[in-house]
Antibody
Framework: QVQLQESGPGLVNPSQTLSLTCTVSGVSISTGGYYWNWIRQHPGKGLEWIGY???????YYNPSLESRVTMSVDTSNNQFSLKLTSVTAADTAVYYCATRLVIAGSNYWGQGILVAVSP | DIQMTQSPSSLSASVGDRVTITCRAS??????LGWFQQKPGKAPKRLIYAASSLQSGVPSRFSGSGSGTEFTLTISSLQPEDFATYFC?????????FGGGTKVEIK
């Protein structure tokens, strides 16, 4: 059974870098056809797709965040990560990792992690 | 970016009611659309993919239709566990974009 779990600090200072990790179990992160996504949801609001990374390192970021986003894959630990620089209060959100969003059949989400940006 | 306009943003309904939610895409997306249900404090759960294919394990009272720019999620007979927020997601073109959500509340 595929499971994803987000981890990272729940509080980040403004202008600093938000760093989150998603630990994957039940499937190798190097399995073909699995694109590893980050999505966020501002409190009480809708969903915003941040981007994806493939095990090869290929990535695609939402142009609205592209200048501040970096994603990476750690195949040895079966994890992938998100870094978002120069955060402001507008980056306060629940951050989800997810996979198989554009593929028929099962898709998988982490439980989400709330990250607040505050001094 | 493809804009997904979802309506209504909220609705009140009774158990047993038929409920319809619509998503309109700003350009044609074939049938590259999914519908998700989200309950408070939980991750979204996909109900429908490819506009009309029911995800395994999802009750048959949920159905999806549409192609191109107009899509519909229908709940044929609303059950107590269906009170939640529903989102559409287009995956025809990156960046992926979601509809604004429809909150289904108890009348």
């Amino acid at each position: 059974q595929v499971q994803l779990q987000e981890s990272g600090p729940g509080l980040v200072n403004p202008s600093q870098t938000l760093s989150l990790t998603c630990t994957v179990s039940g499937v190798s992160i190097s399995t073909g056809g699995y694109y590893w996504n980050w999505i966020r949801q501002h409190p009480g609001k809708g969903l915003e797709w941040i981007g994806y990374i493939y095990y090869s390192g290929t990535s695609y970021y939402n142009p609205s965040l592209e200048s501040r986003v970096t994603m990476s894959v750690d195949t040895s630990n079966n994890q992938f990560s998100l870094k978002l620089t120069s955060v402001t209060a507008a980056d306060t959100a629940v951050y989800y990792c997810a996979t198989r969003l554009v593929i028929a059949g099962s898709n998988y989400w982490g439980q989400g992690i709330l990250v607040a940006v505050s001094p | 970016d493809i804009q997904m306009t979802q309506s209504p943003s909220s609705l009140s309904a009774s158990v047993g009611d038929r409920v319809t939610i619509t998503c309109r895409a700003s350009q044609g997306i074939r049938n590259d659309l999914g519908w998700f249900q989200q309950k408070p404090g939980k991750a979204p759960k996909r109900l429908i993919y490819a506009a009309s294919s029911l995800q395994s394990g999802v009750p048959s009272r949920f159905s999806g239709s549409g192609s191109g720019t107009e899509f519909t999620l229908t709940i044929s007979s609303l059950q107590p566990e269906d009170f939640a927020t529903y989102f559409c997601l287009q995956y025809n073109t990156y960046p992926l974009t979601f509809g604004g959500g429809t909150k289904v509340e108890i009348k």
